[in-house]
């Protein structure tokens, strides 16, 4: 029996749009489903109005920063929310129907509303049955509500990035790079932010020098940092929100901000009538070729919990489309050294292995660093430093890791993931001349003995 379309990609976010438009170059009959905004979170209520904020936060510094320069600003200047709001949703409206009429332009069919599995080869969607030779399941990851009894009624990242007025004081309730993003950008903005997490330090998973600085720099911008601190409990009262921590603690704060992960989207989508089965956080499983236990349903992006990168999601969706329908699609994207950032004031970069994964690996790693405070501080009083780490393998030289918080990290880690994934060495580092002055020539003028690795 004929299928309605070749491809059918569930999700229309930046990896669904990226795979059913390659597809459709090469001639496959494409359609997608989308059940709230085309575009996804990363552009819609993620990345992308995320760092909008950022920059919001940005301007806040800058005018403190610019008296010494020998600026004469307001005395008081006055950031307003609804402004800002205003413009964020003029600008995701805008991409959103980029977005559209990029899959119009493309030949992808668009349905909206949610989808569900009837077999393995057909979807429904509102009532409507759809069929296709090849499915794709790339429906993202939504905040968590049920880690915490009554988390559900606290405000997450999405809610936050649609707020038109700032509360007087917030509890962020996570330690991750959500909240540790958002905390660092309401400081700046006028909030009074307390941050509670359970581990020793904020951003678990990442190196533990830039850990330790990124803790330094929130403390800075006046957060107050409650570390080991388990939140048991949190209810909505009247205007605000009560939290019960583990030690019998109390407290109370006009808002709470739920940032203690995110899940993959599965629970509605009716998989167990395709066959397939999800592990215990929901995520799809997939092998290396994106395909799940049903070998015509393939899986990509945050759905498969891997590598919850929205650049990763587009990369596995064009390959994914090459595989499929192309004549040569090569090797699938390695998941082995993908840049990330951070964007705390100041943002966080990093690249390869953590020195701590490297002692776990046994690889025998030489290190190099760069504290310093940036030129950009010389006149402005800030205490603000930037540091940079080099992981290197001591037999090969071969640069493994690299590590950076200071201004314009993602930018500069962006192009050093170039000459990692060319197989850069330490000595190509030392045999390329600075640009001076700049942040970036740090990372090619780290010609001190360097350190053996440590465990922490």
Known sequence: ???????????????????????????ARAAAIE???VGGTCVIRGCVPKKLLMYAAQY??????????????????????????AAKAAETARLEAVYRRLLHDGGVVLFEGHARFVDAHTVEVDGRRVSARHVVIAT?????????????????SDDLLDLTALP????????????????????????????LYRDRLPLRGFDADLRT???????????????GEVTTAVEQRGDGWRLSLLGGEQIDTPWALNATGRRPNTARLGLDAAGLLVDAQGAVQVNEALQTAVPHIHAIGDVTNRKPLTPVAIAEGRWLADHLFGSDAGAAPSL????????????IATLGLAEEQAVERGLRVEVF??????????????????????????????????????????????SLAIAMTAGATKAHFDHTIAVHPTMAEEWVLMRHKPRPARAV
């Open 1 to 27: 029996m004929p299928h309605d379309f070749d491809l059918l990609v569930i999700g229309a976010g930046s990896g669904g749009v990226a795979l059913t438009r390659r597809a459709a170059l090469h001639g």
């Open 35 to 37: 059940g709230s905004r």
């Open 60 to 85: 806040g510094d800058a005018m403190q920063e610019a008296a010494g320069y020998g600026w004469t600003l307001p005395a008081a200047p006055r950031f307003e929310m609804s402004r800002w709001a």
């Open 140 to 156: 993202g990851a939504s905040p968590v509500h049920d880690s915490i009894p009554g988390i559900e009624t606290c405000p997450t």
């Open 168 to 195: 007087a004081g917030a509890v962020l309730i996570g330690g991750g790079y959500i909240a540790c993003e958002f905390a660092s950008m309401l400081a700046r903005l006028g909030v009074s932010v307390t941050l």
């Open 213 to 227: 600085r990124a803790a330094t720099a929130l403390a800075e911008a006046g957060i107050v940092l409650r570390s």
């Open 336 to 347: 082995d050294a993908v840049a990330s950032a951070v964007f705390t004031l100041p943002p």
């Open 369 to 414: 660093e760069s504290d310093f405070k940036p030129m950009r501080h010389a006149f402005t009083g800030r205490a603000e430093r930037a540091y940079l780490k080099l992981l290197a393998d001591a037999t090969s030289g071969r640069v493994v890791g690299l590590h950076m918080i200071g201004a314009d990290a993602p930018e500069i880690l962006q």
